[in-house]
């Protein structure tokens, strides 16, 4: 059986990063909804979601998916974004000298050629560990573990934000500054 906490989570992926349009909300332009509005919608489109059932999903998300605004009023997605126009309002960040992505073979040869793209995300993201790179490639399949000179890219003057659950987003990986994990 499904788990309905792990459900509602999805749901609330879907609404706060791609498509409030189902539950007929809109986010504000920093990504923000206020709850009792979430929770109105929510339960108008036959989703049983209390105020005590989000702030426990947004505590206990395994990749703290999820924050609430210091006013309490608000919900937003930490990341993983694809509707446009969203500014999260995230401040450029020093990335640590390599930085990861986990991937699958299949793609690695349009990788090689254009880079890392960041397809329907508004960002490419990126891990800070071999492990979660794992985690993330293996969503895909067998998992590839692309390594990112990060902090050379950053010297050339490439943008690196920190997401507030901790991944590092960037435009574009330019071929140049990848390498494959077997190398
Ligand atoms: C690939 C989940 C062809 C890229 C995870 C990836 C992560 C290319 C896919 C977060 C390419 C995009 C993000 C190119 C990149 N040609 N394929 N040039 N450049 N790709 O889902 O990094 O559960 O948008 O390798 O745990 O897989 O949503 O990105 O396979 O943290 O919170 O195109 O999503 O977190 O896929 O995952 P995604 P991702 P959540």
Request: charged share 25%.
């Amino acid at each position: 059986m499904k788990d309905p906490k792990v459900t509602m989570s999805k749901f609330l992926s879907l609404v706060l990063r791609h498509q409030p349009q189902t539950i007929g909300v809109t986010l504000d332009r920093h990504g923000w909804i206020e709850i009792d509005t979430l929770i109105a919608a929510a339960s108008a489109h036959g989703r049983k979601l209390t105020r005590e059932l989000l702030l426990e999903l947004v505590e206990t998300s395994d990749k703290q998916r999820f924050a609430v605004s210091d006013d309490g009023l608000r919900v937003r997605a930490n990341q993983g974004h694809s509707i446009h126009g969203i500014d999260l309002e995230l401040t450029p960040q020093v990335p640590p000298e390599t930085l990861f992505h986990g991937t699958i073979a299949a793609v690695l040869p349009a990788i090689r050629r254009e880079g890392l793209l960041k397809q329907a995300r508004h960002h490419v993201h990126l891990s800070a560990s071999i492990e979660t790179a794992e985690r993330v490639g293996a969503r895909r399949g067998k998992p590839v573990i692309l390594i990112v000179a990060a902090r050379a890219m950053h010297e050339a003057g490439i943008e690196f934000y920190r997401s507030a659950n901790g991944v590092w987003l960037v435009d574009a990986v330019p071929p140049e500054y990848l390498r494959e994990n077997s190398e």
